[in-house]
C-alpha cells in the first residue's frame, strides 16, 4: 500500500497531529510560504491554514499577494518586504520577531528565497535562536528542469546571471560545468543570454526555454542554443519571466562520443 493512499491519509494525519503535539519544540515565528508560479490551485492547504493564522503576512508586493488573500478569502495585516527596503526592515521585525509576533514571507510568485529577498531576514533569525519554517511548495525551476528532459540527477541553479560586472567571469566559470544548468532570466535579455552561452558553450550545446509556466500560455521550447537564440530574436514581443535549462557538458560529451563509435561500427 502506498504511504499517502487514501486508505490510510486520515491515519497519517493523525500520527503526524499527535507526534507535533508530543514534540518539545519552540514556536516557529517565521514561515516561509510559497505562493503559485501562475495556476492559482497550486496553492497547498498547509500554505492557505498558515497564512490564515500568522499575525503579519510579508510580502514583496503588498498589491500582488492582497490579491492572492483576497481570492483565499483571508484578510491580514501585511508589510512591504523587497529588494530594496529588507536591510532596513530587518531589524524591525526582529524586535516584532523577538517579542512573540508570527509572521509569513511570501514573493510575487513561487518560493521566497530563491531569487527573491529572504536570505537576510533567516539569516538573522537562525541567528538569534528564532525558529524559521520554510513550506515545501511551488517553484519555477523544478518543472522546468522536468521538462527539459536533461535528467535532474544532478543540476546546478545559477539563478540570474550578474547583469554587468562579472557575467563574463561567470559565464566562462560554467564552461566545464558537467552538471545541468538552471538560470531564471528576464524577457528583454533571454535573447543576450541565449547568444552568450552559445558563444562560450557551443552553439550546439541543447537547451531548454520554459516561458510562462502553469498560465495558459506556457511554452517549453529545446533546441540548440543557437537556435533558441535565433526563435526568440525572431519573435516581436517576448512576455513572462524565463526559466533556461542548459545541459551540462559532460552528457553533451557522452552523446557524441557514442555517436562516433556507432559510426566507427558502421564503417
Known amino acids: 500500500m502506498s504511504e499517502f493512499s487514501p486508505d490510510n491519509w486520515q491515519l497519517a494525519i493523525h500520527n503526524s497531529a499527535t507526534f507535533v503535539a508530543m514534540a518539545d519544540a519552540p514556536k516557529t515565528l517565521l514561515y516561509l510560504v510559497p505562493t503559485p508560479i501562475g495556476n492559482l490551485e497550486d496553492i497547498t492547504l498547509r500554505a492557505i491554514r498558515v497564512l490564515g493564522e500568522v499575525d503579519i503576512v510579508l510580502a514583496e508586493d503588498t498589491r500582488t499577494s492582497g490579491r492572492l488573500l483576497q481570492h483565499l478569502g483571508l484578510k491580514k495585516s501585511m508589510l512591504s518586504y523587497h529588494l530594496h527596503n529588507e536591510h532596513q526592515q530587518v531589524q524591525r521585525l526582529l524586535v516584532r520577531l523577538e517579542r512573540g509576533e508570527t509572521m509569513a514571507l511570501v514573493s510575487d510568485a513561487g518560493t521566497p528565497g530563491i531569487s527573491d529577498p529572504g536570505f537576510l531576514l533567516v539569516r538573522e533569525c537562525l541567528a538569534r535562536g528564532l525558529r524559521v519554517e520554510c513550506l515545501p511548495?511551488?517553484?519555477?525551476?523544478?518543472?522546468?528542469?522536468?521538462?527539459?528532459?536533461?535528467?535532474?540527477?544532478?543540476?546546478?541553479?545559477?539563478?540570474f546571471l550578474p547583469v554587468k560586472k562579472g557575467r563574463q567571469t561567470r559565464l566562462q566559470e560554467l564552461v566545464h560545468e558537467h552538471r545541468t544548468m538552471i538560470f531564471y532570466e528576464s524577457p528583454h535579455r533571454i535573447v543576450k543570454t541565449l547568444e552568450q552561452l552559445a558563444a562560450v558553450l557551443g552553439p550546439e550545446r541543447p537547451a531548454s526555454v520554459s516561458r510562462e509556466l502553469t498560465k495558459l500560455f506556457?511554452?517549453?521550447?529545446?533546441?540548440?542554443?543557437?537556435?533558441?537564440?535565433?526563435?526568440?530574436?525572431?519573435?516581436?514581443?517576448?512576455?513572462?519571466?524565463?526559466?533556461?535549462?542548459?545541459?551540462?557538458?559532460?552528457?553533451e560529451e557522452r552523446i557524441k562520443q557514442d555517436r562516433y563509435a556507432d559510426n566507427d561500427r558502421d564503417e
Open 137 to 159: 511548495g511551488a517553484t519555477a525551476f523544478v518543472p522546468a528542469l522536468l521538462k527539459s528532459g536533461f535528467g535532474a540527477e544532478r543540476f546546478t541553479f545559477e539563478g
Open 218 to 251: 506556457e511554452e517549453t521550447i529545446t533546441a540548440p542554443l543557437a537556435e533558441l537564440a535565433a526563435n526568440f530574436a525572431a519573435r516581436a514581443a517576448i512576455k513572462g519571466e524565463i526559466v533556461l535549462v542548459v545541459q551540462g557538458r559532460e552528457k
